[in-house]
């Protein structure tokens, strides 16, 4: 089983930076793909940015690609999702999610509508205002 606990999130201006922190603890981090989701008020969860075991991949959604960053360090069992430039649509509640049957780098099947990860965390809210 393992844990997720998101941090970071808050109030920030359009344009203005943010970064999330997601601890993660009871299982082997390195079998884990990770990835950040968000769900606005009144909409579907959607997927924001994936990243291999090794950190070597990435992927992102259309909508945050050039604008956020996603790490993550495995000694330390924690992912990172750094956020720049950002927008008001960008307000939601952010979710860490572990999967570890993902194969390779097929990062894709993270972004269908469908999709489940194996493990999310809490959520950590993050709010731009204009």
């Known amino acids: 089983q393992v844990q997720l606990v998101e941090s970071g999130g808050g109030l920030v201006q359009a344009g203005g930076s943010l970064r999330l922190s997601c601890a993660a603890s009871g299982g082997t981090f390195s079998r884990y793909i990770m990835g950040w989701f968000r769900q606005a008020p009144g909409k579907a969860r959607e997927f924001v940015a994936a990243?291999?075991?090794?950190?070597?991949?990435?992927y992102y959604a259309d909508s945050v690609k050039d604008r956020f960053t996603i790490s993550r360090d495995n000694a330390k069992t924690m992912v990172y999702l750094q956020m720049n430039s950002l927008k008001p649509e960008d307000t939601a509640v952010y979710y860490c999610?572990?999967?570890?049957?993902?194969?390779?780098?097929?990062?894709?099947?993270?972004?269908?509508?469908?999709?489940?990860?194996?493990?999310w965390g809490q959520g950590t809210q993050v709010t731009v205002s204009s």
């Open positions: 990243i291999s075991r090794s950190g070597s991949s990435t």
């Open positions: 999610a572990a999967d570890s049957r993902i194969y390779g780098t097929t990062f894709q099947s993270m972004a269908v509508p469908s999709y489940e990860s194996q493990y």
